[in-house]
T-cell receptor, first 111, second 111 residues
Framework: KAGVTQTPRYLIKTRGQQVTLSCSPI?????VSWYQQTPGQGLQFLFE???????NKGNFPGRFSGRQFSNSRSEMNVSTLELGDSALYLC??????????FGPGTRLTVL | SQQGEEDPQALSIQEGENATMNCSYK?????LQWYRQNSGRGLVHLIL?????REKHSGRLRVTLDTSKKSSSLLITASRAADTASYFC???????????FGTGTRLTVIP
């Protein structure tokens, strides 16, 4: 099976802009989770979707949002970008409540 | 905030030696997972141990879990240069694909 794919791999934006990141899970996986990784805060959970419903949400401001489509593909959106949003955004898929398989990540740089 | 703390933060060993990394966490868990990350890329799942298990093996990896001490260890035997990476423990508290990651151990294996 193909692994988790994320697009784009690299992105440069300026403060105040918004960005949308995409994640395609492993075929058959219905759960998609998003994480942010920064040198200062490490890996932090953003949210998780299962069958198009958000089941869990981490402690991030409302500028961070996401959604999941009927084919399990997921997008996350960050509005009004801040410098501190520069990070590696990782998506992970899972067949249920178990091992998560991570994509290569999207490296976002906010200038 | 992150759930786990890992020790040591960095570890440098010669090829062929064993590497041991420790992880401590704060609350009750459903399972604990170990991941590897190479140079800011995506995370690779190594092994999952459930809260009712005490030890698990996978190839050169051995993981132990002590729920009374809220700690886990990852042993990599006969290390190789290709094992050079950052290693993270991640706890799943509720079985809901909401992982809390540790701070990571940076392992360097010298050829």
């Amino acid at each position: 099976k193909a692994g988790v794919t994320q697009t784009p791999r690299y992105l440069i934006k300026t403060r105040g802009q918004q960005v949308t990141l995409s994640c395609s899970p492993i075929s058959g996986h219905r759960s998609v989770s998003w994480y942010q990784q920064t040198p200062g805060q490490g890996l932090q959970f953003l949210f998780e979707y299962f069958s198009e419903t958000q089941r869990n949400k981490g402690n991030f401001p409302g500028r961070f949002s996401g959604r999941q489509f009927s084919n399990s593909r997921s997008e996350m959106n960050v509005s009004t970008l801040e410098l501190g949003d520069s990070a590696l955004y990782l998506c992970a898929s899972s067949p249920g409540f178990d091992t998560q398989y991570f994509g290569p990540g999207t490296r976002l740089t906010v200038l | 905030s992150q759930q786990g703390e890992e020790d040591p933060q960095a570890l440098s060993i010669q090829e062929g030696e064993n590497a041991t990394m420790n992880c401590s966490y704060k609350t009750s868990i459903n399972n604990l997972q170990w991941y590897r990350q190479n140079s800011g890329r995506g995370l690779v799942h190594l092994i999952l141990i459930r809260s009712n298990e005490r030890e698990k093996h996978s190839g050169r990896l051995r993981v132990t879990l002590d729920t009374s001490k809220k700690s886990s260890s990852l042993l990599i035997t006969a290390s190789r240069a290709a094992d050079t990476a950052s290693y993270f423990c991640a706890t799943d508290e509720t079985g809901a694909n909401n992982l809390f990651f540790g701070t990571g151990t940076r392992l360097t294996v010298i050829p």
